[in-house]
Structures are given as C-alpha cells and as structure tokens.
Antibody, heavy 122, light 107 residues
Framework: QLQLQESGPGLVKPSETLSLTCTVSGGSISSKSYYWGWIRQTPGKGLEWIGTIYYSGTTYYNPSLKSRVTISVDTSKNQFSLRLSSVTAADSAVYFC??????????????WGQGTTVTVSS | DIQLTQSPSFLSASVGDRVTITCRASQGISSSLAWYQQKPGKAPKLLINAASTLQGGVPSRFSGSGSGTGFTLTISSLQPEDFAAYYCQQLYSYPLTFGQGTKLEIK
C-alpha cells in the first residue's frame, strides 16, 4: 500500500531554512485523485496544517506561515518538499507529510508519514 | 479561521465503557469534519470522514455524527487499544484546522 517517508535535517539553526522531503512509495504522486501536504505538531500548539499541493503544482498555504513556506512537487522522483524560511524556536516540531482525497473535500488525511522531529537551535 | 473546540480535554474511562467526545466549530462547516486517533510517538490515524463515514478498517465501535457546528465521536465499548488522543479536523475551508485534542486515559 502507499507509504510516505519524511527526510531532512533534524537540527536547523535560527534564521535558516528548514527543508524536508516526502518520498511517496507504492503509488504515484501524479495521481489526479489526491492532494499532498504537510502538517506539524507541537506540545503547545497541537496539530497545525502547513499547506497542500496538487500534482499540477497548485498550492494552498496556511496564512500564518504563507510568507515563509514553499511546497513543491517533483513528479520525476515521486517526491514533494517543504521549505520554511527564517525559522525560530517556535518552528521546532514533529513534521508529517500526508495524503488527502482530491475529489471529496470532506475527507481527511488518510495516509501519514511516520513524522520527523525538527529542532531549531544554534 | 474556523476554530474547533473539543470537550473534554481529558477523559478517564474503563474498558467496556461508552464514551463520547464533542467537537464544536466556530461557524458552520456542513459535514466537513474528520476524526483522528493518535497514540504516543505515532502519526494520527484517520477514523472518520465527512463527520460520520467510517474509514476502511476502523472497528465499528467507532461512530461519528453531527453537522453544522456540533459533532460527536462515540466509542461504544472501549477496548484497551482505544486509549489514545483523539482530534477533530475541519475540511470546510482553508486554513484547515484541528481541535486541541482529547486524551482518553484508563481509569
């Protein structure tokens, strides 16, 4: 079945850019049936939706992060990526990549990566 | 942004109990609500779509109901593996938002 796997540095310095990649296996990121996205979780703020991308490149971002976030897709590698610039300690979190149904907007995120912990510290 | 408020935040119950968790939205979201279960150190698991549709493979003791601004997740007879955190999420409009969570503990 389809699996998602996050990868990237676990430690990022303040003011630098956090970069994570999600590799899709067992299915195609070019499927017209799904959105792909990122969610993060902290003990203080709980679960926070970061953004979503469709295989065509159409993106939706959380306004609270929009000025710092870029989500992109690489169909040739079956991957999508997150870049978050000018990070602070508040961006320390567990980051999850997720899949969501494109055709029924009432459906939630049905596939999640295992999550990767990112700490922002000098 | 649409705010989701879950209650209670903590719930203590015993195996075999029937429990209900409530999620209230700050504005109407039709039936665009999902429920998740999360165990420590794991990713959330999708339980319910569209407020009341059970995701494939989820036991039938889980059920969801509601529309508009009020929603409930019910577990009809708690099993040991059900002790976890539960979250609601609205999918009605961007930004997608989550409730703060309900931690279900063993009494």
């Amino acid at each position: 079945q389809l699996q998602l796997q996050e990868s990237g540095p676990g430690l990022v310095k303040p003011s630098e850019t956090l970069s994570l990649t999600c590799t899709v296996s067992g299915g195609s990121i070019s499927s017209k049936s799904y959105y792909w996205g990122w969610i993060r979780q902290t003990p203080g703020k709980g679960l926070e939706w970061i953004g979503t991308i469709y295989y065509s490149g159409t993106t939706y971002y959380n306004p609270s992060l929009k000025s710092r976030v870029t989500i992109s897709v690489d169909t040739s590698k079956n991957q999508f990526s997150l870049r978050l610039s000018s990070v602070t300690a508040a961006d320390s979190a567990v980051y999850f990549c997720v899949r969501r149904d494109y055709y029924d907007s009432r459906n939630g995120m049905d596939v999640w990566g295992q999550g990767t912990t990112v700490t922002v510290s000098s | 942004d649409i705010q989701l408020t879950q209650s209670p935040s903590f719930l203590s119950a015993s195996v075999g109990d029937r429990v209900t968790i409530t999620c209230r939205a700050s504005q109407g979201i039709s039936s665009s609500l999902a429920w998740y279960q999360q165990k420590p150190g794991k990713a959330p698991k999708l339980l319910i779509n569209a407020a009341s549709t059970l995701q494939g493979g989820v036991p039938s003791r889980f059920s969801g109901s509601g529309s508009g601004t009020g929603f409930t997740l019910t577990i009809s007879s708690l099993q040991p593996e059900d002790f976890a955190a539960y979250y609601c999420q609205q999918l009605y409009s961007y930004p997608l938002t989550f409730g703060q969570g309900t931690k279900l503990e063993i009494k």
